[in-house]
């Protein structure tokens, strides 16, 4: 989808729901923007999909946003301008970077264990797999595998979840960052004296 379709998508409903093939990060910073959250993230594969939906902010600070970016936007198709400011500052966060620290945030908030138990019951697939095969060699190294890749695997989630929590107050400041960066041409909103 291209800009002005996405766009387009977030004229006012209160719910916004998305499928797109590719740059779900462009998608989540428009949506921010023009003064939406994510509500629900999700990727299929075969054929790659990221289905999200999104909810209104309604918030002071959304609508604000979301009438500067709309300013922006139909003054000079820049939507990002009051957040990626020209030139962009030293350490600045573009609002693509910024919208996949949202993503990584909504899932650890919302899914934290979506990630790690799928490729735990992927290894442990492979490992049943790999046992079957061994099977004929010699049985007990057939048993020893999964029970092997059982536990390497649950301890792969439990440190993978740590990790994951430890990397959510980063994530969270870089937002932060982010949102400081951010410059209004005048006080209040677009058209107000």
Excluded: N
């Excluded at 918030?59 to 020209?86: I, L």
């Excluded at 990630?115 to 790999?130: R, S």
Aim: aromatic letters at 10%; glycine letters at 8%; a positive charge.
């Amino acid at each position: 989808m291209r800009d002005p379709e996405i766009i387009a998508s977030f004229g006012g409903q209160g719910e916004v729901s998305l499928t797109v093939v590719h740059h779900p990060a462009r998608v989540v910073a428009i949506a921010h923007e023009y003064g939406y959250v994510l509500d629900d993230y999700a990727m299929t594969v075969r054929p790659t999909r990221f289905r999200m939906r999104f909810v209104r902010d309604d918030s002071e600070d959304a609508r604000r946003r979301a009438a500067w970016a709309d300013h922006h936007y139909r003054a000079s198709g820049a939507w990002w301008a009051s957040c990626w400011p020209t030139p962009p500052p030293p350490a600045g966060v573009s609002p693509e970077d910024a919208a996949a620290y949202r993503i990584a945030v909504h899932e650890q908030r919302h899914h934290p264990w979506r990630h790690p138990l799928l490729a735990f019951g992927l290894l442990l697939f492979l490992a049943l797999v790999g046992a079957w095969a061994l099977a004929d060699v010699s049985m007990p190294l057939a048993v020893l595998l999964p029970v092997a890749v059982a536990g390497l695997g649950g301890w792969l989630v439990v440190w993978s979840g740590r990790k994951a929590r430890a990397a959510l107050s980063t994530h969270a400041a870089t937002l932060e960052r982010f949102e400081r960066q951010r410059v209004y041409p005048a006080h209040g909103l677009p058209g107000e004296r």
